[in-house]
């Protein structure tokens, strides 16, 4: 079983930036690939970043590719999510889910991911 825990969401006004950590334990050997994702009241769970566990490779979503950053650091098994220059339609529940899919092709959708954390909420004042 893999184990993640997202931090550092908050309340932020429009034009800031905000860097939110998910951090690994378990079995992190079974990991391939840690992903974010976030869901906003009444919309479906929707993919923004994803990085490979080993060579660190990213994929971004066409929505907020340029302003969000994906970055791992592997002494913490951490993976953090860089967001600039927010709006206030960016406010939503943030999750990091773990994949142990090899092909990056997957790592665009949810049903291709094994674990997920609770979550952390965005809000986004303008």
């Known amino acids: 079983q893999v184990q993640l825990v997202e931090s550092g969401g908050g309340l932020v006004q429009a034009g800031t930036s905000l860097n939110i950590s998910c951090v690994a334990s378990g079995r992190t050997s079974n990991i391939r690939a840690i992903g974010w994702f976030r869901q906003a009241p009444g919309k479906e769970r929707e993919f923004q970043a994803a990085?490979?566990?080993?060579?660190?490779?990213?994929y971004y979503s066409d929505s907020t590719k340029g302003r969000f950053f994906i970055s791992r650091d592997n002494g913490e098994n951490t993976v953090y999510l860089q967001m600039n220059n927010l709006k206030p339609e960016d406010t939503a529940l943030y999750y990091c889910?773990?994949?142990?899919?090899?092909?990056?092709?997957?790592?665009?959708?949810?049903?291709?991911?094994?674990?997920w954390g609770q979550g952390t909420q965005v809000t986004v004042s303008s």
């Open positions: 990085i490979k566990w080993i060579n660190h490779n990213t």
């Open positions: 889910a773990a994949s142990r899919l090899q092909s990056s092709q997957m790592y665009y959708y949810q049903r291709y991911y094994d674990y």
